[in-house]
């Protein structure tokens, strides 16, 4: 079945340091791929999505490249801000599952100032 | 634009208690589905339903009924509450499209104890 492996946290950076998440994920079709933010006591929103091979979807700053070769779609930002402090989840989404969104574990991100 | 509304934001239980969480999205979207979200371990998929009368099971659903009466509405139903449900519990509302979800929209969680 489908499936996303994240990187686990908790991930401590200084203000303006440079940000990668890692996801990989393994699929049977071919699927969208997504980052979520989730800010404290919040749902999650989406950041960003990618829906084909070698597609970029950037947002606020971050940015992810779907690479079907690889099967990862990693998350980076080249500043950070204290703002940033969230948990990110990577996801996909696909007909061969049916359409049912699957995430991964989620990394908390910490920001210090 | 309310977007995916879920009630209540808290909600205490005792064992052996029913209570429904109700979720309700105004974006005409075909899926709805329910997550919990527990620490260490991401979202889980609960149960999910691809259109109004249809309904399917997810990574964990024992414990757990739904029913999609109508496109707006999809509520979820505990039958006998067990502190293993202590948890933070998701509706998300998509539209589907060429095969695949759009962007997931999500309520603002219930949070739930079960004593």
């Known amino acids: 079945g489908n499936s996303v492996t994240q990187m686990e946290g908790p991930v401590t950076l200084s203000e303006e340091a440079f940000l990668t998440i890692n996801c990989t994920y393994t699929?049977?079709?071919?699927?969208?791929l997504f980052w979520y933010v989730q800010y404290p006591g919040e749902g999650l929103q989406l950041l960003l999505k990618?829906?084909?091979?070698?597609d970029k979807g950037s947002n606020k700053g971050f940015e992810a490249t779907y690479r079907k070769e690889t099967t990862s779609f990693h998350l980076e930002k080249g500043s950070v801000q204290v703002s940033d402090s969230a948990v990110y989840f990577c996801?996909?989404?696909?007909?061969?599952?049916?359409?049912?969104?699957?995430f991964g574990a989620g990394t908390r991100l910490f920001v210090k100032a | 634009n309310a977007g995916v509304t879920q009630t209540p934001k808290f909600q205490v239980l005792k064992t052996g208690q029913s209570m429904t969480l109700q979720c309700a999205q105004d974006?005409?979207?075909?899926?709805m589905s329910w997550y919990r979200q527990d620490p260490g371990m991401g979202l889980r998929l609960i149960h999910y339903?691809?259109?109004?009368?249809?309904?399917d099971q997810g990574e964990v659903p024992n414990g757990y009924n739904v029913s999609r009466s109508t496109t707006e509405d999809f509520p979820l139903r505990l039958l006998s509450a067990a502190p293993s449900q202590t948890s933070v519990y998701f509706c998300?509302?998509?539209?589907?499209?060429?095969?695949?979800?759009?962007?997931?929209?999500f309520g603002q969680g219930t949070r739930l104890t079960v004593v």
């Open positions: 699929a049977t079709g071919y699927p969208s």
């Open positions: 996801a996909l989404s696909d007909l061969s599952g049916g359409f049912k969104t699957i």
């Open positions: 339903s691809v259109g109004a009368g249809i309904t």
């Open positions: 990618a829906t084909k091979a070698d």
């Open positions: 974006m005409n979207h075909e899926y």
């Open positions: 998300a509302s998509s539209a589907t499209r060429q095969g695949s979800n759009t962007e997931a929209f």
